[in-house]
Every structure is written in C-alpha cells, then in structure tokens.
C-alpha cells in the first residue's frame, strides 16, 4: 500500500474511520474474528526469501565450469586406460566440493544463530480484555498496547499516547527519534507521519495504544524485504573470473593435446592410441587440478581469519570479491557512529564545558580549560545538570557483561543528559528524594518542550523544562549568569541563538535549559496549565550531542584512501548532520555535494553518474533510493560495497556486489541479504576483511604463475622429443608427469593459498574490472623466467646423465638402467626447481627474507612432502616401475638439494633490481 493509500485510510485524525476501515473498535476484536483474520492473512512474520535445497546447495560446488572440466578430464583418462589418473583428478573434484560445502554451511549456522528479529509477545486486547499472544498471530484491527522498550510488531495507527518516542533507525537510518502522537502530521521524510507506527521499529520513551492495519509482508518491513528478496544475487567477479580462466587454459590444454597427437602420429610414427596417451598427458598438464582446491583454500583460510576479526563470511567468494571493491556505500548511524546520542559541550552564558567520554559509559568528565569540574563547583553548571537529571524519564542499566552495551530504558538523548549529569558527580536517586518529582508535563511534537513540577522547600516548587532550543528561548524572560538571576536582554537572547547555530552547523544538537521557582502558596500544582507553567521562564544554558564517530573509523577511512576505495555515506539522516560527520571523520572535504532524496528524485540517470564520480553525500533516502545509488556506481563501472544494519538497508545490500551486514543491531532481513556479518557492527572490520580479499586474490596469482612454471617444464621434454621425430627419447613419461601435478606440486601450490597479504597490498589501488586472472605479466614471468629456468636446468640434468654414459659418442638411451635415471633426473630437477619456485611466488616484489622465509609452515610441510614423495618413488620397486623411476646416486641428491639455493638469490636480484626503488620511496 502506498504512503499516499496509508494516509487516507489510516492517518487522518478521525479515529472511527480507521476503526470503521479496519471493522474493529477501541475495545479491539473478538479471539473469534483475530482466528478468522489470522487465517485469511496468515502469521504477522516476514518470511524468508525461499533457500535453495540442500541438495541443490550441496550439487553446485561441483558443477562450475572447472569443476566439469575436470569431471571430463577424469573421464578420458579411465578411457584411456590410465584408471589411477582418472580417479585422482575426480578425488581432487569430491574433495574441493565438499570442503566448499561444509564451509559455506558452518557459515549459515552461525549466521542463522544471529537473527532475532520481532518480539516474541504483544499485549492485545481481544474480548475487551488484556491477554499476551504471540506476535506472529497479531492480525489488523488487533488493539495492542506499547511501552518504553517494547519493539512494535505491526504498521500502525495510535488510537492514545503520552510522551512517545519511537526509535525508527532500522527504517530510515535517522539516529533521533520521532515523537508520536495521536495527532495527524505528516513530518519530514519518509515514515515521518506522527501518529503512525511501523513494524521492526522500537518505543524509546512513553506509552500507547495502537490499532494494527498491516501485519507479516503487506508492513513497509515486509515491502522492503520483498523487495530484497526479487532482486537476484549477483554473479561474483572470482566467479566469473575463474569461468573465464577455465576457458582459457581449457583452449590451451585442448590446443597444445591436438598439436601432440598429431605430431606424435605423423612425425614420431607413433600408433594412435600411444600418440593418444601422449596428448592426454599433455591436456592434462595444462589443466591446473589444484587450481579449485586452492582457490577453495584461500578463501577458507581468508574466512577464518575474517572470523577472528569479527566478520562473519556467508559465501566464500565474497571474500575474494571485497578485495576488489573500489567505493564502499556506507549508512551512517551504527555503522561510521555508535548510534548513542553524547553530549560534548555544555554552555552557559559565561562559560563552555568540554564533556569527555563517548557513549553510555560513565568514563569520562565535565572540563572547563581542561580542568575537571563537579556540578557543584559553579552555581550555572549546577542547575544545568540539575535539570537534565530531574526532567528525565530515561534510565540507564549498566550491562552485565564486562564491555557489553548498558541497556536504555528511555531515550537516547535523554540517556545521554543522565551519563552526562553522572559524568559531573550528580546522584539523581539522592537528589530526588529532595526534590520529589510532583508532576510532569509530558514532551509533544507541537510545543517540543518537558517539563517536571518539584518540591523545591517548604515554601515553594521548581519547574524544570528542557527542549529544543528556537521553542524553549521564546518562554524565556530572565537569565541566570554566575548564579545570579537578572532580565534578559535582547543581546544575551542574539548571543545565544548565534551560539546555538554554530553548534547546528558543526552538526550537533542542541537541547536548551531552563527553570523558575514558584510559591507553594500561590499555586495549585494539579490545576497548572502548560502555559502557566512554562512561561516566563529562566534561561540556564545548553547542551550539545551528537551520535559519535567510532574512534576507530578515522584510522579505517585513512586506509580505505590508502588503498584508493572511494566511501559514500548514504544515511537517512539530516544533510547537516550527514556532511559534518563525513568531514569530521575525514570521509569528504568541505567541498563535497550533499544530496537529499527528494533532489535524487528529481535528477536524471545522467545527473547522478556525474555527480557519483566527485565528492559526493547522500542524506535523507528512502530505500530505493539507496538501491539505485548502488545501482548507479555498478553501471559507473564500479565494485560496491554497501553497508548497513535496517531493512531500509536491505535491497542495496543485495543488489551490491558485496552486501556487509552488522550482525549486532542488524535486522534480520539486512543479515538475509548479506554476503558478509560483521559481529561486532564495526567498520574498522571491513578493512581488514578488503586486506583478507586482496590477498586471496594476490594468492590466487601466485599459485597460477606457480602452476603455469611446471607446465612449461612438462611441456619442453615433449617438445625435444617431437621436434627430434624421436630421436630424443621421451625425458619425461607421461605419469611422471601427472606425478608433477597431481603429487610433488599440489601441497606447496596449497601452501601459497595460505600465504599472508604483502605489506604494501593496501597501499595499491583495487584491481580493474578489465584486469584478468591470467596477465602478460604472470605468462612472461611463468614462461620467460621461472618457466625456462625449470626447462633448462631439468633438460640439462637429462642429457647430463646421458653425457656421463658416453654421449654424444653413443646414442640417447631409450630404455633401460641409463634411460630411467634421465628421466628421474628431469622428474627431480623439475621437482625441486619448484621448491625454488614456489619461494620466489610467495612475494611480488618483497624480499622473501623480508617477509619471512619460514613464515608460512604450510609452503615447508608441502616441500617436506614433494622430496619425500619424489623419494619414495625413486626407490619403492613397484612404483618404479610404474612411473619409469629408478635410485638415484648420491652426487644426483647433492646436485638436486643444491638447485634451489641459486634460483632464489637470482629471483631476489631481479626483485631488488626492478623494485627496490618503489619501495624506498
């Protein structure tokens, strides 16, 4: 239903229409007719968007386009007769499947674990009498009742209400409360109708009665979660880079098969289903098998420690995927801020008090030239403090778990006057039982004032008010300067409006003060009317609040510059309050455009594409509005990351390429829509998680040029004996060659999966949409460099080995005792120039002793396995036999453990020599 639709039906301020509408009454509806009702509309719960079967789930890690192609690859090997080939590379495929499985599911749970969404009970009035029932039975035309703290469980419309204030931030991201009435005015933004309440939304402060109109998915809850739910997820770029990969190295694979088939069959002589063997031999080597597991390994390894810096990874490309995110759409309440209303300056006409300490913790102090003060101190600030401890209806409970949040009873920024008055030594239970509270003249939205009525003496009462600060300046007549009370005049009245708009204009909010004593005799307590009471007042000063920074979101926003990530605020706030917080934190210059929803309405596609390149804030938004910023920057070419905690938040955390939720304060249907929770609601997380993902795609490099290394080393044998038509006996056979991919190198190459991000890998703009997996420079340093190196050094063990049985002079051995330790030699120095290999990968342009040679225990536990395995095939009788091995002479060990060491210094030369100058700098 329309807001237009709601406000003709629901919001007007004839309460029998509504009833009439709804056919229900003040007394509410029968058990009965809620029976009928609950049937015809069904549970009021928002339901999930409908999950993917387990089967299914479980089904789709093995069947990506790598994954069939080993599927196939596996299959012709059994074909061809090589059935332990064919069962290796499928166990590869079974193992990365279910290993990708379980993870993703240990990631549901817990996120599952996290959600707890509407209240579990409501108090109705059903047959004209109080009862509880679960709220997931509430239907329209149910008459319930709401107090402070209580989450409100269907849209709306107040029938009664004293002092209400509802906290609506999980809608519109606006961190003040609204105040509600029973009277209609339709406010500024969106939900901002006064005396309509939504779903999902909580009651800081006061009472109602409300007569629900929408439950369950026809709420604005449930349209927004619908609306998540429609928008698809999107494709992850690793996903489709990886698709584009296979493609790629599948064209490489097939191609270089075909040009060995027929090479072997035309020019070597070979008969068809030898040449076969060989081809396949061939295809295989060039199809990376550890590719998925290692893919599959960093992300994993990328998720864990993600955990451990509270950010919870639903899917395991989402990892790789923040790595490449170029702007992050961030809200701003809860997420850049703590979402707890502080005060930071107290003022009164002769002075201005520093308050220290964020939050509802009482850990900080009231300062005047750093100097700490007691309320007692100064007669101004004493009855500053006086009233905003006493004209309160907010208490805060101190959490008991050591760190965790206190719980507000209240509002948050009348909690934040009660941490404020403690912060100054001020015991509000002592002071009240001197000062018993008489009566209270409750805060409307017309007036925007409070007022408490006390016992000042035996002679007379003190009215205490408190509000906003262009209403409550106007009832006042005198002001109080030093403790002495004289007429204000119109400069005390210029001056404290001028202050009061400086204090706007950095953003904070300002709550006036003031009181008057009156005689017990003159007044009757019961009969004073509001005018009586708050007229001809006494000025005392104002306090200032905001919702804080996190104190750790300076230094996440430096870094996300660092690493060249452009931060969007896109918060339902004010346009003041949004820019001065942006500045504060360092998020955008002075200079940058605030846009309002309703400008955003009125702009073009154009319009808003241009305006998304420069500085730029968004206050004020709906949440389409949100989603089609989102949407906008995609078709800008960039990576998005959006942010945030309400359902508002939710159709852009879906529609972005990486949705990042605050597990905490989160709605359920935001955590629904996430690829990512953070469990401790801080923005600080995302940039270690964006360092996470950074690094699984560097890894992921790293162990192509890795792979790509030995391929070209398999490859050169085969090419010496096809260009020789033979007459250079085959070097390397074709299980030694699976040997290679399947044994010696699949352990290291994981190894490289678990390596730590480079020290510079956040100082480094994100990659390009248009930058691939596989680039020149990993070809040229994989066969130029690396690749060639392997070649050489392992042909040149082979023909060696011939040169100490007599060759040139007697001819290449094709068989035999001489044959089989060629061979083993070139499996050998293959072998171990990869050990060297996978050292120099580990870093770009660091010195590996830099970072560390021993850091990274998994690289070593797969080199101990590559020698041990390489040993026992070259001495184990029947696997000798099998991969055409043999012993080895103990001056063939010393030259094998000493390949290694130069490869290393040489690659650490080039390193120095092409980098060590950036990184001086």
């Known amino acids: 239903m329309d807001e237009k639709k709601i406000r003709e039906l629901y919001a007007g301020d004839d309460i029998t229409k509504v009833f009439t509408n709804l056919h229900s009454s003040a007394n509410g509806l029968s058990s009965e007719e809620a029976a009928k009702r609950l049937k ?108 402070a703290g209580n989450s409100i469980p269907a849209d709306s419309r107040l029938i009664s209400a004293s002092s209400m204030q509802v906290d609506q931030s999980a809608l519109t991201g606006e961190s003040v409360p609204e105040s509600k009435t029973t009277k209609y005015d339709p406010g500024e933004g969106s939900y901002a109708e006064s005396n309509l309440i939504y779903s999902g939304t909580t009651v800081g402060a006061g009472t109602g009665r409300a007569i629900a109109f929408a439950t369950g998915m026809k709420t604005e809850f449930g349209r927004i979660a619908n609306l998540t739910q429609k ?34 069959i035309f020019f070597v002589k070979y008969p068809f289903a030898k040449a076969f063997i060989l081809a396949l031999g061939m295809i295989v080597a060039f199809i990376p098998e550890g590719l998925l597991p290692t893919v599959t390994l960093s992300l994993a390894i990328g998720v864990r420690r993600m955990a451990k810096k509270h950010a919870l990874v639903r899917e395991l490309n989402s990892v790789e995927t923040l790595g490449e995110t ?25 002075h201005e008090y520093h308050v220290t300490g964020n939050g509802y913790v009482n850990n900080g102090q009231i300062e005047l030239n750093n100097k700490q003060l ?29 760190g965790g949040k206190p719980k507000i009873l209240g509002t948050p920024t009348e909690a934040s006057l009660i941490i404020m008055a403690e912060k100054a030594g001020f015991e509000k239970q002592k002071v009240l039982v001197k000062y018993p509270r008489l009566r209270e003249l409750p805060f409307d939205s017309d007036r925007k004032r409070m007022t408490t009525i006390h016992r000042w003496n035996d002679t007379q009462y003190i009215i ?74 006494i000025f005392v000063g104002l306090t200032t609040m905001s919702d804080p920074p996190r104190p750790e979101i300076y230094n996440a926003v430096r870094r996300c510059h660092e690493a060249k990530i452009k931060i969007i605020m896109v918060t339902g706030d004010s346009k003041l309050t949004a820019k001065s917080v942006a500045v504060q934190i360092g998020l955008t210059s002075k200079k940058a455009r605030v846009i309002s929803g309703n400008e955003l309405n009125n702009m073009s596609d154009a319009e808003l594409r241009q305006a998304l390149k420069g500085e730029v804030i968004f206050a004020r938004v709906a949440p389409e509005q949100k989603y089609k910023v989102v949407k906008t920057l995609q078709e800008n070419g960039e990576v998005v990351a959006s942010t945030g905690d309400g359902v508002n938040d939710a159709p852009a955390l879906k529609r972005a390429d990486i949705g990042i939720a605050m597990g905490m304060t989160g709605t359920d249907v935001a955590k629904d829509a996430a690829n990512i929770v953070l469990t401790d609601d801080n923005f600080a997380s995302i940039v270690a998680a964006i ?26 044998p085969s090419i010496l004996f096809l260009f020789s038509s033979g007459l250079i006996p085959l070097p390397l056979t074709v299980m030694q060659i699976l040997t290679v991919d399947l044994g010696t190198d699949m352990l290291p190459a994981l190894g490289l999966g678990a390596e730590a991000a480079d020290p510079d890998v956040m100082k480094q703009a994100p990659r390009k949409r248009s930058e691939h997996l596989l680039t020149k420079s990993i070809i040229s340093k994989a066969f130029l460099w690396y690749g060639l190196l392997s070649s050489i050094i392992s042909i040149g ?32 120095a293959i072998g171990f120039t990869q050990v060297a290999n996978v050292i120099n990968c580990r870093t770009n342009k660091v010195s590996v002793f830099k970072k560390g040679l021993f850091s990274n225990k998994n690289i070593w536990y797969g080199i101990i396995f590559q020698i041990l395995l390489f040993l026992v095939l070259t001495v184990t009788p029947g696997l000798q036999e099998l991969f055409n091995t043999t012993n080895l002479m103990a001056s063939d060990w010393i030259f094998l453990f000493c390949l290694p060491i130069p490869l290393v210094l040489l690659d650490e030369a080039r390193k120095w020599l092409f980098y060590h100058k950036a990184y001086k700098k």
């Open 326 to 350: 170029t702007v992050i759409c961030s809200d701003k309440t809860g997420t850049l801020t703590q979402n707890q209303m502080t005060i930071h300056y107290i003022w009164t006409p002769k």
């Open 797 to 828: 063990a082979y023909f060696f080995v011939n040169y100490q049985n007599g060759w040139p002079s007697v001819p290449l051995a094709a068989s035999g005792r001489v044959y089989m330790r060629a061979t083993t030699m070139v499996l050998g």
């Open 691 to 716: 360092e996470e993902g950074r690094a699984v795609y560097s890894n992921i490099r790293k162990f192509l040029t890795y792979i790509l290394t030995s391929n070209v080393a398999e490859a050169f």
């Open 231 to 264: 928008q698809g997820k999107t494709e992850s770029p690793l996903t489709r880079e990886l698709d584009r990969l296979t493609k790629q190295l599948s064209i490489i694979a097939v191609s270089t098969g075909v040009v060995f088939l027929v090479c072997a």
């Open 40 to 147: 015809k509309y069904g549970p009021n719960a928002i339901k999930k968007s409908e999950e993917k079967s387990q089967w299914k789930t479980f089904f789709k890690n093995f069947i990506s386009t790598m994954a069939i192609l080993l599927w196939i690859s596996g299959a012709i090997a059994m074909m061809s007769g090589t059935l332990e080939l064919g069962i290796a590379i499928w166990m590869v495929n079974i193992i990365n499947g279910l290993f990708s499985f379980w993870q993703e599911r240990a990631a549901k749970r817990a996120t599952d674990a996290l959600n707890n969404m509407l209240p579990t009970y409501v108090l109705v009035i059903r047959d004209g009498k109080k009862m509880q029932v679960d709220s997931k039975d509430l239907v329209p035309g149910d008459v319930f009742l709401l107090q």
């Open 374 to 402: 007691w309320y007692e101190e100064n007669p101004d600030l004493h009855k500053l403090v006086q009233i905003s401890a006493l004209n309160n209806d907010t208490t805060v409970q101190p959490s008991k778990v050591k």
């Open 464 to 537: 205490l008010t408190k509000g906003a600060f262009s209403d409550t300046i106007k009832q006042c007549d005198q002001i109080q300067v030093d403790g002495k009370i004289r007429k204000m005049t119109k400069e005390d009245s210029d001056r404290a409006k001028q202050v009061n708009a400086d204090y706007a204009a950095k953003g904070l909010r300002s709550i006036a003060m003031a009181y008057k004593v009156v005689e017990r005799k003159d007044t009757d307590v019961s009969k004073l009317t509001i005018d009586q009471a708050e007229s001809h007042l």
